[in-house]
């Protein structure tokens, strides 16, 4: 031990399930980060990388083909099947704006209308017990691939000016702005996976129970005053959400 290297690594003696779990999560995130353009390096070149066995790394690239990400053949090697597409949580924006660089983004409006706001969205949107909200569905595609389906509730003054735009084609946001001439200040957001029920899934086609990601997004304007609570449910499979965090003092 005296005589060794310590720049060297130290070899991490785990059972190999849990190195081959280490291996796919690094490989799937250099994946949706754009890595591997070409052909993933082979077993042996993979193995040398994470200082594993040809196993570890097999049993990991099988957990990523089994999750449709890469395809494997015996004269092709391996090759990135899908990527996702980065959506950020550094600025408040809309899914057209997020995905400009991607593809055209197209809304099938499912829904939109003056509804009884519940009460919990009644609160949310700081409106009177009973008073109405407009509420808007919309199945979000990118090309012919169905992203979200988003869930809107509008307060009453502003959702009606905005139904009288095309929704097929902007985004809320802006039109929100565009009809009240104030810009969006900030929003509160949650983020959890929660499985996608029959409806869901058939519009997202996902198989049922498939996680999604559910995103609860309540947005203000720049005078503070709530007016947009969204829930939106995203193809975890194609989307990835990321930011930048400060450490706060």
Do not use: W
Not at 5 to 15: D, Q
Not at 98 to 106: C, H, L, M, N, V
Not at 112 to 122: D, G, H
Not at 182 to 210: F, I, K, M, Y
Request: proline share 7%; glycine share 8%.
């Amino acid at each position: 031990m005296a005589n060794r290297n310590p720049l060297e690594p130290t070899p991490i003696r785990r059972p190999r399930a849990d190195q081959a779990r280490l291996v796919a999560d690094v490989l799937r995130h250099q994946i949706h980060a754009g890595g591997y353009p070409g052909a993933l390096p082979s077993e042996a070149d993979l193995a040398a990388e994470f200082f594993v066995s040809r196993n570890t790394v097999r049993e990991a690239l099988a957990t990523l083909k089994d999750e449709g990400i890469i395809d494997r053949g015996p004269r092709t090697g391996t090759h990135v099947a899908i990527r996702k597409y980065d959506h950020g949580l550094d600025s408040l924006v809309g899914l057209k704006e997020t995905f400009k660089g991607y593809g055209d983004i197209r809304n099938e409006v499912r829904a939109a209308m003056t509804v009884s706001a519940p009460p919990a969205v009644a609160n949310r949107l700081k409106l009177s017990p009973g008073e109405p909200a407009v509420f808007v569905e919309r199945l979000r595609y990118l090309g012919d691939l169905p992203l979200s389906l988003d869930m809107t509730y509008l307060t009453p003054d502003i959702g009606l000016e905005v139904l009288e735009h095309s929704l097929e084609v902007n985004d809320v946001f802006a039109l929100i702005e565009e009809v009240t001439g104030r810009r969006l200040g900030e929003a509160n957001l949650a983020v959890e996976a929660v499985p996608a029920d029959p409806h869901s899934a058939a519009l997202l086609q996902v198989p049922d129970g498939t996680p999604v990601l559910l995103l609860e997004r309540l947005t203000h304007l720049d005078d503070g005053r709530p007016v947009d609570l969204e829930y939106i449910r995203m193809r975890g499979d194609r989307i990835t959400l990321r930011g930048n965090l400060v450490r706060g003092i």
